[in-house]
């Protein structure tokens, strides 16, 4: 599994998910997080369509998109999405 978080400097949301996303990556060090500025990254968001910060694609083992999430999401749940798809 792959994930794209989208942040900016700018963006409040995507500085309290920066802190949440430091647990995941405790949690599953394994897991491969890449993170796109959503500023200065024009063609990954024309290519996967993103319009918004802190943004987040769950992506399978074939690169194809899983699912999609925005804004301020919990641990817990981002803890939950990964377990359950870990494998896809």
């Not at 792959?2 to 500085?15: H, M, N, Q, V, Y």
């Not at 918004?52 to 919990?74: C, N, P, V, Y």
């Not at 939950?80 to 870990?86: F, G, H, T, V």
Request: proline share 2%.
């Amino acid at each position: 599994m792959k994930i794209l978080r989208i942040t900016a400097s700018w963006c409040p949301e995507c500085a309290i998910m920066g802190f949440r996303w430091q647990e995941i990556k405790k949690e599953f060090p394994q897991l491969a997080i890449e993170e796109v500025d959503f500023d200065k990254q024009q063609e990954l968001k024309q290519k996967y369509q993103i319009d918004k910060a802190s943004t987040f694609i769950f992506f399978d083992q074939q690169g194809q998109e899983l699912l999609r999430r925005h804004g301020l999401l919990e641990t817990k749940e981002l803890i939950q999405l990964i377990k359950e798809n870990q494998n896809k």
